[in-house]
């Protein structure tokens, strides 16, 4: 359903009804641009942190808008045993409702544009017809600043809609007003000698409006009702009507209502969003992380600088979040896709071993055709992304004993991917945890590099020849990281450029203090063996996906370098990841028709990623890998140099086992070999 100002009024308790019913939603926005700077890829750093990737994104996306907002709400109807879909499009722009509502700036990029008018992108609709919208801030200004005027009228200190006997003498007309004026006169005196009861002044100047007021309050003390009017075309004009003390007032009370009317109307979509955060719903996009930092800067608050306000915002406005780019890119999904941007995520979804969900839309909305690719239009995508969302859950399904064809949204399955966000193109970090704090790895492989401004990449690779493969991730035009495939290469590299004029080098742990030593911030943190942060506090839900794992080892690097015996490589476009080879166990427990995990537990062999161990005392869990292959059509092409790696040069990740476990039974499999308990399930499945 295509939704603009002009439909929006109507519809809108039908797109509350739909929200209200779905068991989850999908979304999708399109944006006027991504990146403020030179290109896209200056938001992105192979080594950011979330916090800097936050700040880039805050500091150079956000004074684009979002002007196409995607919503496909699903429910499942168990009779049919398919998901009944109704899709919505709308079309956003800031329309001041009056002179005193925000003007908003935003800027365009011109790749951008070119881009969504290449795919039939209708901007007359964003321009024309597009639904207002105000942030809260923006409203209670608006609201205070009517309820101020409305106390003026009524103490008479402001410009009244209708005359009173408040002024005791006549306005002081400026000589080259005095003709136009006396016109004024001659044509309300009329008003009183004939049946018409208004007239309408040909436009004018704001000033000259003002001198009617005045002039009209004193000459005609009763008995006129007067009020500027706009027309389509913005032109102000002024009415003036022959009342009798009773029209007078319900003419005040009915200019009252409109305001009050218009106003109510300038909120516009920020209705939908306040209805879909008041649901509580799951909310699914694709690469979701721009999409949900616009609609929370747009449409309720500009966005704090600390990302962790960030964190605390979102969970008022979104309680419950998945992004399925993020779903793609991991265990057990991971080896089966290949291509994660959302057209082909799609189409891979369709083949084995996945199935394409049963899907109907909802009478009296207009159905999409996945065959004809209706790319980048908002409602579209949100379809195909809430599509994508289904088929990823139903297979999680696959896994269980015995296999279930549907995984409800409420599912205790799909838990470990809730409120988590995908960060694109960073090498170590591939998630925003909205719920908790984010992975920290140490990075003492890695070096900051500064250097004169004329050198290449090329020059970085033969500084750094003599220690075989390395990465570099560029920060601006003087400085770099670069990553060493193996952590003692570090020492070297530093002893060697102890005495080099042209550039200078630092241990990435340096770098941070210095960056850092203006801010005074008690530090919480400490190192673990396993090279990750330590934090001084605890969370079920900020325990990486909440699975209790072992250990993951990373190098990064398109060499393979010296691995453990039994190891398995998977190597993707950022770094490499190696996982025991063993046949493992899972265990899981199965939902019932409500779509609540139950306390059973079943185990059966895999020799997937996603679930595995090699003994009792070494568990395995999810294992989040960042994908390699990032579209253009998503924000752009990566950049940087090839992964380097080495056995030696490794991070891992490692999480607590969660608290208060349940055992699960153990069952022989066919080679009549005894499982083993894989790990402890009660906060996760």
């Given at each position: 359903?295509?939704?603009?100002?002009?439909?929006?009024?109507?519809?809108?308790?039908?797109?509350?009804?739909?929200?209200?019913?779905?068991?989850?939603?999908?979304?999708?926005?399109?944006?006027?641009?991504?990146?403020?700077?030179?290109?896209?890829?200056?938001?992105?750093?192979?080594?950011?942190?979330?916090?800097?990737?936050?700040?880039?994104?805050?500091?150079?996306?956000?004074?684009?808008?979002?002007?196409?907002?995607?919503?496909?709400?699903?429910?499942?109807?168990?009779?049919?045993?398919?998901?009944?879909?109704?899709?919505?499009?709308?079309?956003?722009?800031?329309?001041?409702?009056?002179?005193?509502?925000?003007?908003?700036?935003?800027?365009?990029?011109?790749?951008?544009?070119?881009?969504?008018?290449?795919?039939?992108?209708?901007?007359?609709?964003?321009?024309?017809?597009?639904?207002?919208?105000?942030?809260?801030?923006?409203?209670?200004?608006?609201?205070?600043?009517?309820?101020?005027?409305?106390?003026?009228?009524?103490?008479?200190?402001?410009?009244?809609?209708?005359?009173?006997?408040?002024?005791?003498?006549?306005?002081?007309?400026?000589?080259?007003?005095?003709?136009?004026?006396?016109?004024?006169?001659?044509?309300?005196?009329?008003?009183?000698?004939?049946?018409?009861?208004?007239?309408?002044?040909?436009?004018?100047?704001?000033?000259?409006?003002?001198?009617?007021?005045?002039?009209?309050?004193?000459?005609?003390?009763?008995?006129?009702?007067?009020?500027?009017?706009?027309?389509?075309?913005?032109?102000?004009?002024?009415?003036?009507?022959?009342?009798?003390?009773?029209?007078?007032?319900?003419?005040?009370?009915?200019?009252?209502?409109?305001?009050?009317?218009?106003?109510?109307?300038?909120?516009?979509?920020?209705?939908?969003?306040?209805?879909?955060?008041?649901?509580?719903?799951?909310?699914?996009?694709?690469?979701?992380?721009?999409?949900?930092?616009?609609?929370?800067?747009?449409?309720?608050?500009?966005?704090?600088?600390?990302?962790?306000?960030?964190?605390?915002?979102?969970?008022?406005?979104?309680?419950?979040?998945?992004?399925?780019?993020?779903?793609?890119?991991?265990?057990?999904?991971?080896?089966?896709?290949?291509?994660?941007?959302?057209?082909?995520?799609?189409?891979?979804?369709?083949?084995?071993?996945?199935?394409?969900?049963?899907?109907?839309?909802?009478?009296?909305?207009?159905?999409?055709?996945?065959?004809?690719?209706?790319?980048?239009?908002?409602?579209?995508?949100?379809?195909?992304?809430?599509?994508?969302?289904?088929?990823?859950?139903?297979?999680?399904?696959?896994?269980?004993?015995?296999?279930?064809?549907?995984?409800?949204?409420?599912?205790?399955?799909?838990?470990?991917?809730?409120?988590?966000?995908?960060?694109?193109?960073?090498?170590?970090?591939?998630?925003?945890?909205?719920?908790?704090?984010?992975?920290?790895?140490?990075?003492?492989?890695?070096?900051?590099?500064?250097?004169?401004?004329?050198?290449?990449?090329?020059?970085?690779?033969?500084?750094?020849?003599?220690?075989?493969?390395?990465?570099?991730?560029?920060?601006?035009?003087?400085?770099?990281?670069?990553?060493?495939?193996?952590?003692?290469?570090?020492?070297?590299?530093?002893?060697?450029?102890?005495?080099?004029?042209?550039?200078?080098?630092?241990?990435?742990?340096?770098?941070?203090?210095?960056?850092?030593?203006?801010?005074?911030?008690?530090?919480?943190?400490?190192?673990?063996?396993?090279?990750?942060?330590k934090h001084h506090y605890t969370s079920s839900t900020t325990s990486g996906f909440g699975y209790s794992r072992g250990l993951r080892k990373r190098s990064i690097s398109p060499v393979q370098g010296e691995q453990g015996i039994g190891e398995l490589v998977i190597t993707d476009g950022w770094s490499q990841y190696s996982y025991p080879d063993s046949m493992g166990s899972k265990k899981m427990k199965t939902d019932d028709a409500s779509g609540q995990a139950n306390t059973d537990a079943v185990e059966s062999k895999t020799s997937e990623g996603w679930l595995r161990t090699t003994d009792t005392s070494d568990l395995a869990g999810l294992s989040?890998?960042?994908?390699?292959?990032?579209?253009?059509?998503?924000?752009?092409?990566?950049?940087?140099?090839?992964?380097?790696?080495?056995?030696?040069?490794?991070?891992?990740?490692?999480?607590?086992?969660?608290?208060?476990?349940?055992?699960?039974?153990?069952?022989?499999?066919?080679?009549?070999?005894?499982?083993?308990?894989?790990?402890?399930?009660?906060?996760?499945?």
């Amino acid at each position: 359903m295509e939704l603009t100002r002009r439909n929006y009024k109507g519809c809108l308790k039908t797109v509350y009804s739909a929200i209200e019913e779905a068991d989850f939603l999908a979304i999708d926005g399109e944006f006027s641009g991504i990146s403020d700077g030179p290109n896209v890829s200056a938001l992105t750093n192979g080594l950011d942190t979330p916090e800097e990737r936050y700040t880039k994104l805050k500091k150079h996306s956000m004074d684009f808008l979002l002007f196409q907002f995607g919503l496909c709400t699903f429910k499942y109807d168990q009779a049919k045993s398919k998901y009944i879909i109704k899709p919505f499009n709308f079309y956003v722009f800031p329309k001041p409702f009056n002179r005193t509502s925000p003007d908003i700036k935003f800027i365009c990029q011109s790749s951008s544009i070119d881009f969504l008018a290449s795919q039939g992108f209708d901007f007359n609709k964003v321009f024309c017809d597009g639904i207002p919208y105000l942030n809260q801030e923006e409203e209670a200004q608006l609201r205070e600043q009517t309820e101020e005027r409305r106390n003026q009228q009524a103490n008479g200190l402001g410009t009244p809609s209708f005359i009173s006997p408040s002024s005791k003498g006549p306005a002081h007309v400026p000589e080259e007003h005095k003709d136009f004026i006396n016109r004024v006169i001659e044509k309300v005196e009329t008003l009183f000698t004939n049946s018409e009861k208004t007239v309408n002044l040909e436009p004018c100047t704001g000033f000259q409006r003002k001198l009617i007021y005045q002039t009209l309050n004193w000459k005609f003390p009763k008995g006129l009702h007067v009020e500027t009017v706009e027309t389509e075309k913005k032109e102000r004009f002024m009415q003036i009507c022959r009342v009798d003390d009773e029209e007078r007032k319900r003419r005040e009370q009915q200019k009252l209502e409109r305001e009050q009317e218009e106003l109510n109307d300038a909120v516009g979509f920020s209705r939908v969003i306040h209805a879909i955060s008041k649901s509580g719903k799951l909310v699914v996009g694709h690469n979701m992380l721009l999409d949900v930092m616009h609609t929370i800067n747009q449409f309720y608050c500009p966005l704090p600088e600390d990302l962790q306000d960030f964190k605390e915002v979102t969970m008022c406005v979104f309680p419950r979040l998945m992004d399925t780019k993020l779903m793609a890119t991991t265990q057990p999904f991971k080896d089966l896709i290949s291509n994660t941007s959302l057209a082909e995520l799609e189409k891979q979804l369709k083949q084995t071993p996945f199935k394409s969900p049963q899907v109907e839309t909802a009478e009296g909305y207009p159905s999409y055709d996945t065959a004809q690719e209706q790319l980048h239009e908002a409602g579209y995508d949100a379809y195909i992304t809430g599509l994508c969302f289904v088929s990823m859950a139903n297979y999680l399904g696959s896994f269980l004993t015995p296999p279930k064809p549907f995984i409800s949204p409420r599912s205790k399955l799909i838990e470990p991917f809730h409120n988590k966000l995908f960060l694109m193109r960073i090498i170590d970090i591939p998630y925003l945890n909205i719920t908790g704090p984010d992975l920290q790895p140490k990075r003492d492989h890695v070096l900051h590099v500064s250097f004169p401004k004329e050198w290449k990449t090329s020059d970085l690779y033969q500084l750094f020849s003599a220690f075989g493969n390395i990465q570099v991730s560029w920060i601006n035009d003087t400085s770099a990281f670069v990553s060493l495939s193996q952590t003692d290469q570090v020492q070297i590299a530093m002893n060697t450029s102890r005495y080099a004029e042209s550039y200078r080098i630092q241990t990435y742990a340096e770098f941070i203090q210095g960056r850092d030593k203006d801010k005074v911030k008690p530090s919480t943190k400490s190192w673990g063996e396993d090279g990750w942060v330590k934090h001084h506090y605890t969370s079920s839900t900020t325990s990486g996906f909440g699975y209790s794992r072992g250990l993951r080892k990373r190098s990064i690097s398109p060499v393979q370098g010296e691995q453990g015996i039994g190891e398995l490589v998977i190597t993707d476009g950022w770094s490499q990841y190696s996982y025991p080879d063993s046949m493992g166990s899972k265990k899981m427990k199965t939902d019932d028709a409500s779509g609540q995990a139950n306390t059973d537990a079943v185990e059966s062999k895999t020799s997937e990623g996603w679930l595995r161990t090699t003994d009792t005392s070494d568990l395995a869990g999810l294992s989040l890998l960042p994908d390699e292959d990032e579209q253009q059509d998503e924000e752009g092409s990566p950049e940087g140099a090839d992964p380097v790696s080495d056995a030696e040069g490794t991070d891992t990740w490692q999480q607590a086992p969660a608290a208060n476990a349940r055992k699960g039974q153990k069952k022989k499999t066919e080679a009549a070999e005894s499982s083993t308990s894989l790990f402890d399930v009660p906060d996760v499945w």
